[in-house]
């Protein structure tokens, strides 16, 4: 199994960047997939979620109305549309799934997660 995250960069602040999870090994479609964020010197945290029904969650407030997650099961690719980015938005995203069902409130918890990808860096300047 394996999560290649990618499309993250430097961009400034009101920027958007997509980042794009390509998944393989797996059966896609059977799998809640999620993306999590860690900044320096802070613990990873659960930012979106969505689930093997396409039910799209998002745990972190600050990230509400501006990140969209989304999922193309013919493609294997999971997205996260960011807009209106922050300084406060820099960090390593990481992509990670688990197959069949989740709880809602297990979401933003990387334990609940089995496979994750490398990470990809994203950096908002002021």
């Known amino acids: 199994v394996q999560l290649q995250a990618s499309g993250g960069g430097l961009v400034q602040a009101g920027g958007s960047l997509r980042l794009s999870c390509a998944v393989s090994g797996l059966t896609f479609g059977n799998y809640a997939i999620g993306w999590f964020r860690q900044a320096p010197g802070k613990e990873r945290e659960g930012v979106s979620c969505?689930?093997?029904?396409?039910?799209?969650?998002t745990m972190v407030d600050s990230v509400k109305g501006r990140f969209t997650i989304s999922r193309d099961n013919a493609k294997n690719t999971l997205y996260l549309q960011m807009v209106s980015l922050k300084p406060e938005d820099t960090a390593i995203y990481y992509c990670?799934?688990?197959?069949?069902?989740?709880?809602?409130?297990?979401?933003?918890?990387?334990?609940?997660?089995?496979?994750w990808g490398q990470g990809t860096q994203v950096t908002v300047s002021s």
């Open positions: 990670a799934g688990r197959n069949g069902r989740i709880i809602t409130s297990a979401m933003h918890r990387a334990e609940s997660y089995v496979y």
């Open positions: 969505i689930t093997n029904s396409d039910t799209t969650y």
